[in-house]
Nanobody, 125 residues
Framework: QVDLVESGGGSVQSGGSLRLSCAASGVPDSKNMGWFRQVPGEGREGVAAIATSGRVKYADSVKGRFTISQDNAKNTLDLQMNSLKPEDTGMYYC????????????????????WGQGTQVAVSS
């Protein structure tokens, strides 16, 4: 059974840091994985992703502040978030895709077929 479980969310003040982790089980070796976030009333937004090739892609809004990393031995996907801003608030989801995704589409939610339950991040000003 394929499963993704996120952890590490919480509440921090602006400028603080959080580290999200996604534990994957039953996943194939060849996959794209990413982090997405969503606020009430809006669609899911791609934050950062790692392609099967190892290339990473970040949303412009998080470049220089967030770092995505993957440990294939442990089947984990982490997102280190530094210099957090109130606009980073949202539910963060880990997602997986076994499709062959073009680099430019790595942050598009529609390419992902497996989603975790999400972990909440709240950044106060």
């Amino acid at each position: 059974q394929v499963d993704l479980v996120e952890s590490g969310g919480g509440s921090v003040q602006s400028g603080g840091s959080l580290r999200l982790s996604c534990a994957a089980s039953g996943v194939p070796d060849s996959k794209n994985m990413g982090w997405f976030r969503q606020v009430p009333g809006e669609g899911r937004e791609g934050v950062a992703a790692i392609a099967t090739s190892g290339r990473v892609k970040y949303a412009d809004s998080v470049k220089g502040r967030f770092t995505i990393s993957q440990d294939n031995a442990k089947n984990t996907l982490d997102l280190q978030m530094n210099s957090l801003k109130p606009e980073d608030t949202g539910m963060y989801y880990c997602a997986l895709s076994t499709y062959l995704l073009a680099y430019d589409t790595l942050l598009a939610p529609g390419g992902y077929t497996l989603w975790g339950q999400g972990t909440q991040v709240a950044v106060s000003s």
